[in-house]
């Protein structure tokens, strides 16, 4: 659970760079399986709270309309 904990508090920029290095290892021939399968794992709860935080940002993005108007979407 400290691992997700972790996954949160890290900026979009630092979990995306984190998730390339965690591609890196996984294209790696010298990784054993059980690790690809923990990295597997790692790398997609950390995707997820990306996605998570983008969505978060989308929804308090604001679209002006033809009217000249802030609109939330």
Do not use: P
Not at 35 to 42: E, G, H, N, P, R
Request: contains cysteine.
């Amino acid at each position: 659970m400290e691992k997700k904990e972790e996954a949160k508090v890290l900026t979009l920029e630092e979990s995306f760079a984190q998730l390339d290095k965690m591609i890196e290892a996984l294209e790696s021939r010298d990784i054993s399986l059980e690790d690809s399968f923990k990295t597997y794992q790692s790398g997609m709860e950390l995707l997820k709270s990306c996605n998570e935080k983008i969505d978060t940002v989308e929804k308090k993005m604001q679209v002006i309309n033809e009217n000249g108007e802030l609109n939330e979407f």
